[in-house]
């Protein structure tokens, strides 16, 4: 990435307590670009109104930009055709929607659902409550001694109780890419439809939905420089056509009476019951637009490179723990310093302008499994630079103890 990609991003033009800010926080949220705050201002100014409700000529231009959004996130993922876009909150709702609207319909007492013991709690909890509710077992397959999966584990995981299975693209808490192709292949073809959490995925790395073989594939916008509050289910067709409806309302209907059956709409309108999003999604298309114009490709080369070069110079670092692969590939890096809190470590680090991620990055589950209280997670997007990569390090190697490893070593954290 040059130099000329900061300048799209007006809020990095800013110190921290007498430091230029380094935001290594871009697994929690990205920043937004001028090309997406300039769309989402530019509809509010000129296009503001509401879809589907109405023939007057502004409604008809904010159904248009709506749907030719829809189209943008597509093209962005190759789903086969624009009906299989539903437009979220984020990617928490997706996973709720296809946990309510389609697997409570297979998943009887008694059946299995196969997870990764990886997730974040978006991708566990949804699985775990219809569990418990349909009296199903959820089946979690646990990563090796390294915090990685192996697509033999899981399915080996798979019986011929399984109705259902999910899992992460790539790992929010050490960046860990996982086998997905793969695993998908083994589901599709004993019939048993997969999820995949694409949260940490579509920002890094080129996504296709077909090649992949996901059955359902969820992201967030505001994980790839789109605004907050929009997301993306991706489902094929005939699985969507099986779905319910999460939310009933206005705009999820074609007819409606007193009493007797509705006449439903089809997906993905079905799933989006009440007045949406509609300027998160047309952010959400020029930040598509923005990664498309820059190249997934050259992006994904960025992000590996500044991945790399962090996890050697904290690996350099005595007592310095790097968790993961021996060469993380996702855009993360997560990590630990002996006798330090992880906490102590991510306030020294904000009091030199650096933001990461501090605690159990909502995987309490996993990081449990590394035998830790906690990670420091520093992340990186386009605007990263291998100076800040070079900050990072140079920082972690000045924290001390303080607040947190003194008087607090066995603090659970908020983030969960």
């Not at 397959?141 to 019986?159: I, R, Y």
């Not at 114009?293 to 080369?301: H, I, Q, S, T």
Request: charged share 20%.
């Amino acid at each position: 990435m040059t130099a000329d990609v900061r300048e799209h991003f007006p809020i990095l033009n800013q110190q921290v307590d007498g430091h230029p800010l380094a935001y290594l926080d871009n697994a929690a949220t990205t920043q937004k670009p001028r090309q997406v705050l300039d769309a989402v201002v530019r509809y509010y100014s000129e296009s503001n109104a509401n879809v589907g409700r109405s023939v007057h000529a502004m409604s008809m231009r904010a159904t248009d930009a709506y749907e030719a959004a829809r189209e943008t996130v597509r093209a962005f993922v190759n789903a086969a055709d624009a009906a299989e876009i539903a437009f979220t909150k984020g990617t928490t709702e997706s996973v709720n929607l296809v946990a309510e609207g389609y697997a409570a319909q297979v998943v009887e007492a008694g059946d299995e659902v196969v997870i990764s013991g990886m997730e974040h709690h978006s991708n566990l909890l949804p699985w775990r409550r219809l569990c418990e509710r349909k009296g199903a077992v959820l089946r979690v397959v646990p990563t090796d001694a390294d915090g990685e999966l192996s697509a033999e584990a899981f399915v080996e995981h798979l019986t011929d109780r399984t109705r259902f299975a999910a899992v992460a693209h790539v790992s929010n808490v050490q960046g860990t890419v996982n086998p997905v192709e793969e695993i998908a292949a083994a589901t599709r073809s004993r019939g048993i439809p997969l999820l995949v959490d694409g949260a940490q995925a579509v920002a890094h790395r080129p996504v296709d939905v077909q090649a992949l073989g996901a059955d359902f594939y969820c992201f967030s916008g505001h994980k790839m420089y789109a605004p907050m509050g929009i997301g993306v289910l991706y489902g094929r067709a005939e699985l969507l056509e099986r779905m319910d409806a999460m939310l009933v309302g206005g705009g999820m209907v074609k007819q409606v009476t007193v009493a007797g059956p509705l006449a439903v709409a089809k997906a993905p309108t079905l799933f989006e019951g009440g007045t949406p999003n509609i300027a998160g999604a047309v952010g959400l298309a020029a930040a598509v637009d923005y990664l498309t114009a820059l190249g997934l490709d050259r992006v994904r080369e960025h992000d590996t490179e500044l991945t790399a070069r962090a996890a050697a110079g904290l690996r350099a670092l005595d007592g310095v723990r790097v968790f993961g692969a021996q060469q993380p590939s996702g855009g993360l890096v997560s990590f630990g310093v002996d006798g330090l809190h992880p906490y102590d470590v991510g306030n020294h680090l904000s009091a030199h302008g650096i933001m990461v991620r501090t605690g159990v990055h909502c995987a309490m589950p996993f990081v449990d499994s590394l035998g830790v209280v906690g990670t420091v997670r520093a992340s990186f997007a386009v605007y990263s630079t291998t100076d800040e990569v070079d900050r990072l390090v140079e920082t972690v190697a000045t924290a001390e103890k303080g607040f947190w490893t003194n008087e607090h070593p066995d603090e659970r954290f908020l983030d969960l």
